[in-house]
């Protein structure tokens, strides 16, 4: 008996196929699913049906359970858009004050994509070991299209400047571009030196004193310099290209603290203090005592003085 007609169904769509008169062979061009088939089901595939019929109204149906056939029913459509990494921190360039910082990124699939394969996770720090989703120090939390991975290193890093570098591929092989993030640590304040005041007391009968000094940092330049009059900020200070910095202040009568206060781009700071006592009043003489008086040539004599300051 003679065929009547073919066709074959995947994804619920039937085609129907066309006979072959040079093979013999029904044959049929398709479009290809648009979602992959990675979650179609635990093979990964979208099962083919192909239906046979005769002239005669007999039809024979063959799937992807068939005995014989069953593996060639088995249509396997992969994705082609590359996952997706996103760094949430440390920021770009930062400059962090801990030698433990906090790292964190996103890997995000396409909607409807065959999902990221986290057992292809790798990453590493300036191109050390390579760290994967079961390593010390990492937490992977499950999302929609993706995992949120944070990482805090297991050993101290060195003061100084790191990259760490992701790669990860989703189920259908489809590999992410590779994308790093590079930052600086810095847990070493900053060095400071205060010339003027000295760091004794110092006493002054005019209000005005130049604060003058230098400040350094090895591994977070640039150094901001803030000067504090009895707790009062006292404006913006220059730093010099070699660190140096003055800053004329007016100070109040009686004891002044100038706390100088030197912080690097990190974030961390050095503060040095200084004491000036600010006297503008001129002491005064209450009595003179000569004693005796006269006193015979070639004699000596006591003298006594009282003196008042302010003070």
Do not use: C
């Not at 292809?120 to 989703?133: E, M, P, Y």
């Not at 992977?140 to 003061?159: F, K, R």
């Not at 003489?285 to 302010?310: E, F, H, L, R």
């Amino acid at each position: 008996m003679a065929v009547k007609a073919v066709r074959a169904q995947v994804n619920g769509v039937w085609v129907t196929l066309i006979k072959n008169t040079m093979t013999g062979y029904y044959e049929g061009t398709v479009a290809a699913p648009g979602v992959t088939s990675y979650s179609v089901n635990a093979g990964h595939y979208y099962p083919v049906t192909v239906e046979a019929t005769d002239l005669a109204g007999n039809v024979t149906i063959a799937n992807d359970t068939d005995t014989a056939l069953g593996s060639k029913l088995q249509l396997f459509v992969t994705e082609v858009t590359a996952p997706t990494i996103t760094f949430t921190a440390p920021a770009s360039g930062a400059y962090l004050a801990t030698n433990t910082p906090a790292i964190s990124f996103q890997l995000r699939d396409e909607s409807n994509g065959s999902g990221i394969k986290i057992s292809t996770l790798s990453f590493s720090i300036d191109h050390g070991t390579a760290l994967t989703n079961t390593s010390s120090g990492v937490t992977v939390t499950t999302i929609t299209n993706g995992y949120n991975v944070a990482y805090v290193p297991q050993s101290a890093l060195m003061d100084g400047h790191h990259t760490v570098a992701v790669n990860v591929q989703d189920n259908d092989g489809n590999a992410a571009a590779e994308v790093s993030r590079s930052f600086t640590v810095d847990t070493v304040p900053p060095e400071l030196s205060v010339t003027v005041p000295s760091d004794t007391t110092t006493y002054q009968n005019t209000s005005s004193i130049t604060v003058t000094g230098i400040t350094n940092d090895v591994t977070s330049s640039s150094v901001t310099v803030a000067i504090k009059l009895n707790g009062t900020n006292q404006g913006t200070v220059t730093v010099n290209s070699s660190g140096g910095f003055s800053k004329t202040i007016t100070l109040a009568e009686g004891t002044n603290t100038i706390a100088v206060t030197a912080t690097d781009t990190a974030g961390k700071k050095t503060t040095i203090t200084r004491t000036v006592i600010l006297d503008t009043v001129a002491p005064t003489v209450k009595s003179i005592t000569i004693t005796p008086n006269p006193v015979a040539v070639g004699q000596s004599y006591a003298i006594t003085v009282k003196v008042t300051d302010n003070d």
